[in-house]
């Protein structure tokens, strides 16, 4: 499955990419598997995405839960979510 994955803020400064394409193996199938996926890389993309901060992800411009499953060809958003004050 191909992903084009988007970082905003913390995250795009982390990782020093604002986006990518990527190639998911068959076992990715839901957001929750993609990050699972991504922090496999280990180093920085472990310490951030390993389970210890909350995320919000959208797919193709709408908000998903970690239960979505992902669509080939997708865009999908990473981000931290953001409060008011």
Known sequence: MRLKVLYFAQLREKFG???????A????????D???HLGA???VWQE??????AFRVAM???MV???TTLLDGA???????????
Do not use: C, K
């Open 41 to 43: 890389r280990g180093g």
């Open 34 to 36: 993609l990050m699972q």
């Open 75 to 85: 865009e999908v958003a990473i981000f931290r979510p953001v409060t008011g004050g």
């Open 60 to 62: 193709n411009q709408e």
């Open 65 to 67: 839960s970690e239960q």
């Open 17 to 23: 990419l604002a986006e990518e394409s990527v190639q």
């Open 25 to 32: 193996p068959d076992s990715v199938r839901t957001v929750a």
């Open 48 to 53: 951030t995405l390993g389970g210890q901060f």
